[in-house]
Each structure stands twice: as C-alpha cells, then as structure tokens.
C-alpha cells in the first residue's frame, strides 16, 4: 500500500508517493514559471498545475517502481490565497492571480471599510491583506466586470488540480481560511463577509477536513495521470498546514520553522487565537479541531536568492556563505531590512522595502553576507515576538526546513537570535509529505494525524544558542526593529515616485 502527496507550488508541481511505514519512495517535479504583466502583479496559468501534476505523478509512479492499484489515496497541498475563476462549464477565465501579487491595496481597504476592520479580524481572524483570495476577487469585480459576470466557481490552485482529477468543486478548510472568507471558528464560510462584500456563497466549494475524502479519480484523470480510476483524493492541505503536518507540528508547544524562498513561523493551536491587531495570520490546521498561528515573512531564503543573483551570479550557495561564518556577529556593525518584496509580519505593508545600514569602507562581500543571513533571523524573530504575545507562551522545540536550513551556518545564526534550540526532523519534503500523511489517515491507514506523526517523524540533529552570541545579537536587534519605524515614510515616498 502507497500514498502520494502532491505539492502545487508557485515553481512546480511535485508529486511524492510513500509506503504503509512513511518511508519515501519516489519523488518528481515539473517546473514552470509565473509571470509579471506589470509591477507588483503576479499571474499563472492553472493549465501549468495540471500539466504540471501529470508529468509529476506519472515520474513518481515511475521512481517508487509502484502499480497505479498500488497507490490507496492522493492527497493535495499547494500555494495559497491564489485565486482562480472558473465559469460554470468549469473553464478557466483568466490566469491565476497568485499569492505574491500585491495590486489589491485598494480592495483591502474597502473591505475594512464595508465590513469594519476589527469586525472582518473577529471573524476571519486576519486583516485584509493584498495576498489572500477576497481583495482578488474585489479587484476582478471592478476591474474586469465581464469576466466577473461570467464567474461560476472560486477555487484555489491546488483544488484546480483537484477538480481536474474528480470533477469535484472541493477545498479543505485550511486552505480555505486563507482566503479570508471563512468564520474561523465555525470553519465553514462566513455569511457575513460573503453577504457584505457581495460575493454568492454558490460560488464556494464545499469545504472538508484534511483527512477526508473530497472525491475520486475520474476515468479522464486516470487515462491522463496514469492513477487508478476510482483512487480516493483526500482533502489535504495549504502548503503551510501540510507542511505542519510533514514537519509533526500538530501539537501545541511544537513550532516549525520554515525558511523558503518566504520565511513562516508556525505553532498549532487547540483553539483560534487571534491576534486583535491582524498582524499574525489566523487560520484552520489540517487536522480536525486544530487551528494554527503563522507569521510570514515574503523574503527570507529569497533575500539570499536575491543577494546572490545580483551580487554573485554564479556562485553556489556553500561557497558564498562560506567566508560569511568568520565575520563576527553582528557583521561589523552592517544591518539588512529584508523586505524586498514588502513585508506581512509584522508590518503588513506593500510598499516596504530592502535596505543595507551601517555600510563603511570596510564592509566586503563576507559582512554584506552574514548581514543578510543576519536581517532574515531578526524579521523571524519578530513573528516569535508576536506569537508569544498572542498568548502562546509554551514552545518546547522549533523544527526548521527548508532550502535555507540546509546552512549551517545559518541555522546557528537563527538559534542565537531567536535564543532557542532549533532542531531538524528525519523528515524533509515538507508539504509534500504531509499531504501523503493525509491522504492514509484518510483511509484509515493511520487512525489520526497527530498519533502518525508521533511515530514516524523524529529529531534527528539539534542546534544550540551560544551566550556570547545571543547576549551580542540583543542589542542588534534593537537596532534592527528601530530601522522600519524610521525608514516607513521614505518607502511610501519611493513607492509613490
């Protein structure tokens, strides 16, 4: 017996097929891009999730040496917030506007307006904010008033892949509270935001636990991926719940660490906290009466990406951090504002921008390094700040993934600032594999999600803050929540040049 989970990203499709013990046994991804029509736009067509999934599943399939009867259940996970249109032949309207677009300023200040900002975080447990799905659907309403008319069905993008592979309109619940649509602790759709912002509640799917069942391979579907007709497609996840779950942070006291071309932090919760000011993101967890607080960062291992891109194109990864681990810390007195992309958490603002301070002749490209490492540790330190505050006071471990992780360097620098012992898991495909998770307690190959990741995700390496560094990274970061404070207003002058 085999499960495949399956991970619609924002770069690829990647499809993962484990066995009845949890082991991985086969992986495959196919990549695409998105594209920019104008700036702070982002756009993908969902015909790439779909081709995407079929080229993944069936070179998954291929790797793990399976028969397609072999594989009980798929379960999905993927980007979140994007929003797809479809009208009610199920035909795509227009390209997918993604989770990084950042147009929708205007639409997210409508929507505190008609529903009254601390009304709308009561409710959905967040503020309105340009990357979730309800400003998108906004701005298609006044600016594309044809494709609006034609609009028959909102889904998100891995749910796209799913209607394509059961005929079903479906979504899990934690997916769904991204879209701020939803009352977050009924977990089921808000009457009110709906009614209030003028969206048809016909339009949403029907909403599901992640561990259950949402349909079936189709007979077209099974002839295009090469699944069985008739195998269970179960629920699943947004990627950062399924990613919880991958990573066994289904338990309270448990945070993940996600360090990505964005960086979260993620701690579940026995019940919905919610922040009054909406600077975390409230939302379900994939598991039944769970639900999880999550600050986001959009440019965590892509500030590094970015760094070395512009500053070193060609250099890899280990040599560029290398000379980095013997600058002090501090990096000589250089600090780095990470928010090359604005920022969510804390400061949910769009027109933030990336910064080097405290530049003097002696900087070189080792200090600009470390700096970087550095700035990215400080604005993840900050979401730990807001959970804390929120009233989760219990963190017994931090379990960090990710690209980013792969630095050791870079984990001991996040174990200083956030004066924590970080540890990492025996597992690393992160949602994927959190997905496959789902989909066997789906069939009731596993009884629970919490119980089957107690048994099959271990610790397998920690990492220790050390004194000196965490009692000098202090007063650093100090200084670092000083710099947005006083820079905000240049941003905004800059944004509006």
Known sequence: MFFLGMDVSTTATKALIIDAAGEVRGVSAAEYGFETPQPLWSEQHPDLWWQGAQTAIRGAIEMAGVRPDQIAAVGLTGQMHGLVLLDKHGKVLRKAILWNDQRTGAQCEAIHQVVGQAAFIRISGNLALPGFTAPKVLWVKEHEPEIYQQTAHILLPKDYVRYQLTSEFAMDKADGSGTVLMDLAARDWSGQILDSLGI???????????????????????????????????????????????????????????????????????????????????FCHALPDKWHLMGVMLSAAGSLRWYRDTFASGS??????????????????????????????????????????????????????????????FGLRDSFALIRSAGVEQIDQVRVSGGGAR?????????DVLETELVSVNTTEGAAFGAALLAGVGVQHWPDVQTTTDALITVKEKVLPVKDNVDRYQDFYGIYRDLYPGLRESFNRLGRL
């Open 200 to 282: 048809p509640r016909e339009w949403m799917p029907a909403l599901y636990e992640g561990p259950q069942v949402t349909g079936i391979v189709t007979t077209q579907a099974a002839a295009a991926t090469g699944l069985k007709q008739g195998t269970p497609i179960v629920a699943g996840g947004g990627d950062q719940a399924a990613q919880g779950v991958g990573v066994g942070a289904v338990r309270e006291g448990v945070v993940a660490l996600t360090l990505g071309t964005s960086g979260v932090v993620f701690t579940s919760t026995d019940k919905p906290f919610i922040d009054p000011e909406g600077r975390l993101h409230a």
């Open 316 to 377: 890899n990864y280990e040599a560029l951090l290398a000379p980095a681990g013997d600058i002090p810390p501090g990096a000589e007195g250089l600090l780095f504002l990470p928010y090359l992309t604005g920022e969510r958490t804390p400061y949910p603002d769009p027109m933030a921008r990336g910064a080097f301070v405290g530049l003097t002749v002696r900087h070189g490209m080792a200090a600009c390094t470390r700096a970087v490492l550095e700035g990215v540790a």
């Open 407 to 415: 630095s050791a360097l870079w984990r001991q620098i996040l174990a």
